[in-house]
């Protein structure tokens, strides 16, 4: 029963590199979400997706791409890592439907760019 | 526009006091709220939740939330906690669409010590 899995969970980049981090879920959820958390910020959105092949911006997008090519998964792409992206990310997923449906997240990837 | 204000960042605590955890929101439209709390090392877990109907909402490991409309908050209570409730708690508010993009205040530390 393995929910919402992120890969990887660290990773040390120097400026200018490029990476992708992977979420993986495996409960046929049709929302996905990608969250960076930064101390005494919060967790704040990023990008997000209602379904296979769509996405969307969420409050902070600048510097990030986002595929959806699989139902069950959801890349958030670094193209030229900056400094300031160094964070935890975190990954969430959900149903949709007509009753409430809670968030699921992973466990987090610790960026740090140097 | 939303926004969340977890005034105190840290609330340092004795086993079996009580403790509150304060949240205010802002928004000009029909919100749901939420409590996550998260562990060391881990991703956030779903606390409770505020959607409509009773303004008092409960947990299953003892804690309780108020939705008060008038003043805008949704503090967290525990009457007596344990020092495995020792966590960061973040509140947050979406609005009551589908999309149920969270946004999340800064965060209180809560320590609990024997």
């Known amino acids: 029963n393995a929910g919402v899995t992120q890969t990887p969970k660290f990773r040390v980049l120097k400026t200018g590199q490029s990476m992708t981090l992977l979420c993986a879920q495996d409960?046929?959820?049709?929302?996905m979400y990608w969250y960076r958390q930064d101390p005494g910020m919060g967790l704040r959105l990023i990008h997000y997706?209602?379904?296979?092949?769509?996405?969307a911006k969420g409050e902070v997008p600048d510097g990030y791409n986002v595929s959806r090519l699989k139902k069950q998964n959801f890349l958030l792409g670094l193209e030229s890592a900056a400094p300031s992206q160094t964070s935890v990310y975190f990954c969430?997923?959900?149903?949709?439907?007509?009753?409430?449906?809670?968030?699921?997240f992973g466990d987090g990837t610790r960026l740090s760019i140097l | 526009a939303q926004s969340v204000t977890q005034l105190d960042s840290q609330v340092p605590v004795f086993e079996e006091a009580p403790v509150e955890l304060r949240c205010n929101y802002s928004?000009?439209?029909?919100?749901?709220l939420f409590w996550y709390v998260q562990y060391p090392n881990q991703g956030l877990q779903l606390l409770l939740k505020?959607?409509?109907?009773?303004?008092l909402v409960e947990s299953i490991n003892g804690f309780e939330a108020e939705f008060n409309k008038s003043q805008t908050s949704f503090h967290l209570r525990k009457p007596s906690v344990h020092i495995s409730d020792t966590a960061e708690y973040f509140c947050?508010?979406?609005?009551?669409?589908?999309?149920?993009?969270?946004?999340f205040g800064t965060g209180t530390r809560l320590l609990v010590s024997p």
């Open positions: 928004s000009s439209v029909s919100v749901y």
């Open positions: 997706s209602v379904g296979e092949g769509t996405t």
């Open positions: 969430a997923s959900r149903l949709t439907g007509f009753r409430f449906q809670p968030q699921h």
């Open positions: 409960m046929n959820h049709e929302y």
């Open positions: 947050a508010v979406s609005d009551s669409t589908g999309f149920q993009k969270l946004v």
């Open positions: 505020y959607l409509s109907g009773s303004t």
